[in-house]
């Protein structure tokens, strides 16, 4: 189709301004009307002195209303027109033919056509104006309210998106009562009713949006409140974290099925209205389930984390290694059942994805087996209570505390702060510091001319007394000679202490020795110190060179000796 003729496009032009002329002295007719029969009725009414405001604001609304339908509907023939010379036709040639149409039929018929679709006009006006009063008295009611007074803003919004909906409701509704009043060509009704439908959903699903995210704010705003009831309330405020993606779960349900029921209402029992449905509840299957891990982990902290009265600080620590796990398989467990229930949406089975992930995995695991293996021990070592989370533990060549047990990993903390992370397949030794009980150990060095008998005593009552303040029972402790060193003996002081607070409780004592020992005037012995150095490493000097001809005669001459070597030459 080539571009069309510029005498066509001239006559199109010339219709569309015959008609905006036409449709602003239409409108300026009806706005002159209805402005008299308001004013007569504001100024009939019991509104007293206030009569003159309210009839200025009410012709002020209805000027700007009057407007902006005016443009609205010039830019709709504008682009009719240009529709209109794209495809080839005229504009007065189509409505001759409608004024022919309407030759058949009878002219008081047509005139009482008009007379209703200018009733219904008046109406939307009237309505739009009852509309904004309304909408006005809600919003100081509002404004009284303290409790919506930390979403003023999100309130503000919300009636205006209410305004906006309920006008463009009354305007869509009006446009398509006066198209079936007035007979309008298909096309131009359907466009219409198109039009109307769209304009309608839109407004409405904004409004829908923002009520629905003030609703959300002002309960998990008040969720404290809850917190001393004795019901299932009492948890929503350890779920206001999930208030993000409420909202947007709640945008995605309004905006696609606002598009859903326009499409039902366009085009019914089509593949777009099937789409949307199952796009509404694919959006509430991920809703759901991340609504349910959710709620699962709540509760799992709540029983074996929170409530842990009566429990021994191995069956905590027990709790917090486990729980993690189990968290973990939880949430995959749930996710994974989510997306089967989606494929099963698209209209997929998934038994046979199923089966090939199955197949899939044995040869990942025949691929990857140091991963599988990592995971295989992790549930040994979880299963077997070798570690928990807490403990002080040396794994590996690594000495610190466990932060984290996972199906794969360990996590461990050392003392300088570094996090070392360990498969769980290559832990083939594990030294435990906090399992029942460990031993505190303090190595003193004591000459031998001091008298054993009085300071394995004296150390024996240091470490009761240390031991005591420290664990809060009395303890045995072992002083025993451990080693028969040269110049000195080795004394070892040992007493079980509670698990992980060997480190602490040793610094402690260390320091308690170190002054009793002292207040006696006793003074240890330094720890022998021995080096041995292997046989090849062994030290070969060289001997010094011998003097020239010319140093000996000189060394003769000023009544030198020769230095003797103190080393023999090597042998031959």
Request: charged share 20%.
């Amino acid at each position: 189709m080539g571009l069309p003729a510029l005498d066509l496009i001239l006559h199109n032009l010339v219709a569309l301004g015959v008609t905006v002329v036409a449709l602003m002295l239409a409108a300026q007719l009806l706005l002159t009307v209805l402005l008299r029969i308001s004013n007569r009725v504001l100024r009939s009414s019991l509104l007293g002195g206030e009569a003159g405001a309210h009839a200025d604001a009410f012709r002020r609304r209805v000027k700007r209303t009057t407007l902006i339908v005016v443009a609205v509907m010039s830019a709709l023939l504008l682009m009719g027109a240009a529709a209109l010379s794209f495809i080839g036709l005229r504009a007065l040639g189509l409505l001759k033919a409608w004024f022919g149409h309407l030759r058949h039929e009878d002219f008081a018929a047509a005139g009482v056509r008009l007379a209703y679709a200018g009733g219904i006009l008046v109406a939307a006006f009237i309505a739009n104006a009852l509309v904004r009063s309304c909408v006005d008295t809600l919003e100081k009611v509002t404004e009284r309210s303290a409790r919506l007074e930390a979403s003023r803003a999100l309130v503000t919004e919300a009636l205006l998106r209410l305004r906006t909906a309920l006008r463009t409701a009354v305007t869509a509704g009006a446009a398509m009562l006066v198209s079936l009043t007035l007979s309008l060509p298909a096309g131009v009704h359907r466009v219409v009713v198109s039009a109307a439908y769209v304009l309608v959903a839109l407004s409405t699903c904004r409004c829908a949006v923002v009520v629905a995210h003030l609703v959300v704010d002002v309960l998990f705003e008040t969720s404290n409140r809850f917190s001393k009831l004795e019901s299932p309330l009492k948890y929503l405020g350890s779920l206001t974290h999930l208030s993000g993606v409420t909202k947007r779960a709640i945008d995605y349900f309004a905006y696609v099925g606002a598009a859903t029921w326009v499409a039902d209402r366009l085009t019914p029992d089509t593949w777009i209205s099937h789409a949307g449905r199952v796009g509404i509840r694919i959006v509430a299957l991920f809703y759901a389930a991340r609504v349910l891990v959710e709620i699962c982990l709540l509760f799992i902290h709540e029983i074996f984390m929170n409530k842990t009265a009566g429990h021994t600080s191995a069956e905590i620590r027990q709790r917090k290694t486990l729980v993690p796990v189990a968290v973990g398989v939880l949430r995959y467990g749930i996710y994974f059942s989510t997306i089967v229930m989606v494929l099963r949406e698209f209209a997929i089975d998934p038994t046979p994805l199923l089966a090939g992930a199955g197949v899939l995995g044995v040869a990942v695991g025949f691929g990857a087996q140091s991963f599988v293996g990592d995971i295989v021990a992790g549930f040994f070592i979880l299963f077997e209570n070798l570690l928990l989370v807490g403990d002080e533990v040396e794994v590996s060549g690594v000495r610190g505390t466990v932060e984290e047990i996972g199906v794969r990993i360990i996590k461990i903390r050392d003392d300088a702060g570094v996090l070392h992370a360990i498969p769980n397949g290559q832990v083939r030794k594990v030294a435990n510091h906090s399992k029942v009980y460990v031993k505190s150990v303090v190595d003193v060095y004591v000459p031998y001319d001091e008298d054993l008998a009085r300071i394995r005593a004296m150390l024996e009552s240091v470490a009761e007394e240390t031991l005591y303040a420290k664990v809060g029972e009395r303890v045995r402790v072992e002083v025993r000679v451990q080693e028969l060193g040269q110049g000195c003996v080795l004394l070892r002081v040992m007493g079980r202490v509670p698990p992980g607070k060997d480190d602490d409780i040793s610094i402690a004592l260390r320091a308690r020795i170190l002054d009793a020992l002292r207040g006696a005037n006793i003074m240890t012995a330094p720890r022998p110190m021995q080096v041995a150095l292997p046989e090849s490493a062994a030290l070969r000097i060289a001997p010094p060179a011998a003097p020239s001809q010319v140093e000996q005669a000189e060394m003769t001459e000023s009544g030198e000796t020769m230095p003797t070597s103190i080393f023999k030459p090597p042998a031959a």
